[in-house]
């Protein structure tokens, strides 16, 4: 059964970049799309984007111009980084694994970075 | 982009009762393509219902999906403490995708 687990800082200064990795485990990262949906405290769920595991993405529109999702196969991780941050960006960063036209799942269990001086 | 509203924001309820979820599309989303999940605090959300009225892996049939077009609806049959929680939905057709703005479900 796949799992998923995010790691990177959960403290990030206004202006920098936020970084986070996703390691899957119990299964391959090869085949699969996977993606970031991020929460900000109280608030509801907003997709940011996908990869496919050859390193083919699609973004949210509302994010595009500071994201950029990342894979290695060999480490079977994938990266969320996320530039110019401010405090909106604060919220619960969730990895999962989607399948095109699918719902999403599995989820991790998410990462909460607060952007903050 | 397809704006999914959920309503009520609010839904309070008691254990035993019937709990009826709306969730409205901006423009018509193939029922295919409509999720619901669940989230618990500090959790992250569960499937619940995947292709506007198919029920995920392991989830009760208490809960039901159904809809179309625009429209569609997410009704728990009668609630057991364990659902009392924030429900989403999905759309999952077209890009970019979207999620409602969730429907709290309390504790009268």
């Known amino acids: 059964q796949v799992q998923l687990q995010e790691s990177g800082p959960g403290l990030v200064k206004p202006s920098e970049t936020l970084s986070l990795t996703c390691t899957v485990s119990g299964g391959s990262i090869s085949n699969n799309y996977w993606t970031w949906i991020r929460q900000p405290p109280g608030k509801g769920l907003e997709w940011i984007g996908y990869?496919?595991?050859?390193?083919?993405?699609n973004y949210n529109p509302s994010l595009k111009s500071r994201v950029t999702i990342s894979v290695d196969t060999s480490k079977n991780q994938f990266s969320l980084k996320l530039s110019s941050v401010t405090a909106a960006d604060t919220a619960v960063y969730y990895c999962?694994?989607?399948?095109?036209?699918?719902?999403?799942?599995?989820w991790g269990q998410g990462t909460l970075v607060t952007v903050s001086s | 982009e397809i704006v999914l509203t959920q309503s009520p924001g609010t839904l309070s309820l008691s254990p035993g009762e019937r709990a009826t979820l709306s969730c409205r599309a901006s423009q018509s989303v193939s029922s295919s393509y409509l999720g619901w999940y669940q989230q618990k605090p500090g959790q992250a959300p569960r499937l619940l219902i995947y292709?506007?009225?198919n029920r995920a892996t392991g989830i009760p049939d208490r809960f039901s999906g159904s809809g179309s077009g625009t429209d569609f609806t997410l009704i728990i049959s009668r609630l057991e403490p364990e659902d009392f929680a924030v429900y989403y939905c999905q759309q999952y057709g077209k890009s970019p995708v979207t999620f409602g703005g969730g429907t709290k479900v309390e504790i009268k």
């Open positions: 990869i496919y595991y050859t390193g083919s993405t």
């Open positions: 999962a694994r989607v399948r095109l036209m699918s719902p999403i799942g599995p």
């Open positions: 292709g506007a009225s």
